[in-house]
Structures are given as structure tokens and as C-alpha cells.
Nanobody, 120 residues
Framework: QVQPVESGGGLVQAGGSLSLSCAASGRTFSMGWFRQAPGKEREFVATIGWSSGHTIYADSVKGRFTISRDSVKNTVYLQMNNLKPEDTAVYYC????????????????WGQGTQVTVST
């Protein structure tokens, strides 16, 4: 059983940085970050293969966000730099068996989410 638990959200000014963490108990294969802004559908942000370290990013965050994992701590991180107001959303961590892919429905285990708010 995998139960992701996110932490690290908060309020930051545009251009600033935040780092999110996701602790996932149990065996993990691929971990992804998704986000949902008010009034919008949940969307893919980034994912990483636990064994391979292979990463995939949404175009909207490429070059600004970095996903990484610590296999000893069983934790995945999302470093967010040069944040924009449009990055404001609830960020969710999710886990899936198999390799990293962008398809949200493939992720079986979800955290409760953490709020990220970027002010102008």
C-alpha cells in the first residue's frame, strides 16, 4: 500500500521559489505531481521513474520546475522556481506501478494535496 503525503506548499510572490515534498510509504515505482487551479481540471505537472530516474515535464513548467527523488527517504520533491500567478493551484502527489507517464488516470494512489499560491 502506498500513501503519498505532500508538504511544503504556501504563499510566495511571483518570481519566487517553493519546494514541495511527497513522502510515500511502501514500494513505489513512479511518482507524479499534478495540480488543480480553481475552476479548472486537474493537470499533469511532472513525473519521475523511481528506479530509472527518468523525468517528464509539462511544457508549462519545463525549465522552471525540477522533480527529483530520494530513494533512502522514499520521498519525491518538486522544486519550483520563477513561479508565476498561473502556477497557483492545489498540488497533488500520486504514485503508480510501472514507468512514468503523464496520464493522470494511471496513477493509483493520491495524496490530499497542498496549496500553492503565487501573488503578483
Amino acid at each position: 500500500q502506498v500513501q503519498p503525503v505532500e508538504s511544503g506548499g504556501g504563499l510566495v510572490q511571483a518570481g519566487g521559489s517553493l519546494s514541495l515534498s511527497c513522502a510515500a510509504s511502501g514500494r513505489t515505482f513512479s511518482m507524479g505531481w499534478f495540480r488543480q487551479a480553481p475552476g479548472k481540471e486537474r493537470e499533469f505537472v511532472a513525473t519521475i521513474g523511481w528506479s530509472s530516474g527518468h523525468t517528464i515535464y509539462a511544457d508549462s513548467v519545463k525549465g522552471r520546475f525540477t522533480i527529483s527523488r530520494d530513494s533512502v527517504k522514499n520521498t519525491v520533491y518538486l522544486q519550483m522556481n520563477n513561479l508565476k500567478p498561473e502556477d497557483t493551484a492545489v498540488y497533488y502527489c500520486a504514485a503508480k506501478r510501472g514507468g512514468p507517464i503523464v496520464t493522470m488516470t494511471a496513477y493509483e494512489y493520491w495524496g490530499q494535496g497542498t496549496q500553492v499560491t503565487v501573488s503578483t
